[in-house]
């Protein structure tokens, strides 16, 4: 695919300081990236309620059809996460840890294919340090998304397909989609590799015409695909009617979110400025002369970013290899290889910091100690309401999340004689006061206990006890 430009390697004061921000951002870091992540509870709770009740549904946050819970996709992570959660306690830090070995997997299998495609180990290098440090994927490896999981096998079809093994890649294929929809940018990496081999052929008279794709490829994969719909179908095939709730809820752009809508898109601009600098030099200096896979590359990961409408910033990273793979290879063409990975390091690495210290007063640990500590001994199934990340510390009980009520379409009769209520200073944001609001005219509430979180906000405890009902 690509003619290997040979350099010297990177210079070793470079690659340990790499190294060693990578393990401090992965081991003391760990779990202290964010203090309270809604989607950490929301997918969580799904790996739980499918391992340890069977259940399919989202009953923590009230999403009762196919956008919330494991009953169209997500069965496979699910039981994976769910038997990983199951030996770690249901730690949030604990199934941290799974996403990083994805994320470490899939960053494996990246360089392979790197190398497959004949690029430079100095290219290669980049690439992983990139991957690692780039708050696209260091956020997906801190999180207990599907997205890792999801990016791992999308990656590794792909994988499987340069290594002639189109019937599992298909397969695959069909896992990653069954783990998140988004999984299909896989079969996008395939289309952009297909291409630029056809491209190539075309533009090289001298070069023996070879088959690119060859029936028997093509009959391999489309067994593969239908296996692998086969299993999809096994696990869902009762409950396809949720795919009309959840068509209409798409829409957006990942794009758009990472670098504009996104509450901290300013952090990304920069990169942002990088890539529109790489693409203006590969197309005034007609790079795509020397290679043709990036632009191919980079034109179908922003078609899927069109035909799969998600605007969730949390995509961004399905999307962003083909311009990872142009600025370092423009980087290397230029020889400044080692000052765009300063220079990358510096910023990102400042963030990382500025992260470290806003949060420095914050202990997940202490926090879940506190919530239990303040809520009184309860049956199992006295119905409690708080934040998301409170989940974590009652996830054995019956617990329930800002916006319950109103996502769930709860009715008056369907209400809880009596509940504990957690209230902080995101409950605005994340649906707690209207939804409570809708139903406060019914209760007799009583304050039980408050207290300030450190780095985070005033927390209270309540009692709602429902009125007579004369």
């Given amino acids: ?52 009740h069977g259940e399919v549904f989202d009953t923590v946050f009230g999403y009762l059809d196919g956008d919330g819970g494991t009953s169209l996709f997500g069965r496979i992570y699910a039981w994976l996460y769910g038997f990983w959660g199951s030996l770690t306690g249901w730690s949030r830090p604990g199934g941290f840890v799974l996403s990083v070995l994805f994320l470490a997997g899939t960053a494996a299998l990246w360089r392979a294919i790197l190398r497959h495609m004949n690029y430079s180990s100095e290219l290669i290098c980049g690439f992983l340090f990139l991957m690692l440090l780039m708050e696209a994927y260091y956020s997906t490896a801190h999180s207990l998304r599907g997205d890792a999981m999801t ?30 929809p988004y999984g299909m940018v896989g079969l996008f990496y395939i289309f952009a590799l297909i291409t630029a081999r056809y ?10 015409k070879k088959a690119v794709l060859t029936p028997r490829t093509v009959l391999l994969f489309t067994a593969g695909g239908l296996t692998g ?84 910033f949390h995509y961004v ?48 640990k202490a926090y879940l100690t506190r919530l239990e500590q303040a809520l009184p001994e309860t049956e199992t199934n006295t119905f409690i309401y708080g934040p998301p990340s409170g989940w974590f510390a009652f996830h054995k009980q019956n617990y329930h999340a800002y916006g319950f009520f ?49 780095g985070h906000s005033c927390y209270t405890l309540e009692l709602w006890e429902k009125k007579n009902e004369e």
């Fill in 151 to 180: 990016f791992f096998l999308a990656t590794l079809c792909f994988y499987l397909f340069i290594l002639h093994r189109p019937f599992w890649s298909a397969l695959v294929l069909c896992f990653a989609v069954e783990t998140h």
């Fill in 317 to 364: 990273g399905f999307l962003y290899p083909p311009f990872i793979l142009m600025i370092l290879f423009l980087a290397e063409r230029y020889h400044i290889s080692k000052w765009v990975l300063t220079l990358f390091l510096l910023f990102q690495m400042s963030q990382y910091a500025w992260l470290a210290w806003s949060q420095r007063d914050f202990s997940w």
């Fill in 199 to 208: 491209l190539e052929r075309a533009a090289d008279r001298q070069q023996e």
């Fill in 406 to 454: 109103g996502r769930a379409g709860i009715t008056p009769d369907q209400l809880p004689k009596m509940m504990y209520v957690v209230k902080n200073g995101e409950m605005e944001k994340q649906g707690g006061t209207a939804d409570l609001a809708a139903i406060a005219a019914l209760y007799r509430v009583a304050l039980l206990t408050e207290w300030d979180e450190p």
């Fill in 1 to 52: 695919m690509n003619t290997k430009i040979r350099r010297p390697p990177l210079p070793i004061w470079l690659l340990t300081i790499l190294i060693l921000c990578v393990l401090i951002l992965y081991i003391p870091m760990h779990n202290r990236y964010r203090s309270d992540y809604i989607d950490d509870a929301w997918s969580f709770s799904w790996a739980y309620n499918l391992w340890e």
């Fill in 229 to 312: 719909l086969a299993v999809y179908l096994a696990l869902h095939w009762n409950y396809l009617g949720g795919l009309n709730d959840l068509a209409g809820r798409t829409g957006g752009n990942p794009f758009l979110s990472y670098f504009f809508l996104h509450r901290y898109s300013w952090r990304h601009w920069p990169e942002l400025l990088l890539i529109i600098i790489a693409l203006t030099v590969y197309l005034v200096k007609r790079e795509y002369k020397n290679d043709i896979f990036i632009p191919v590359f980079t034109a179908f990961c922003l078609l899927f970013s069109i035909l799969i409408p998600r605007g969730n």
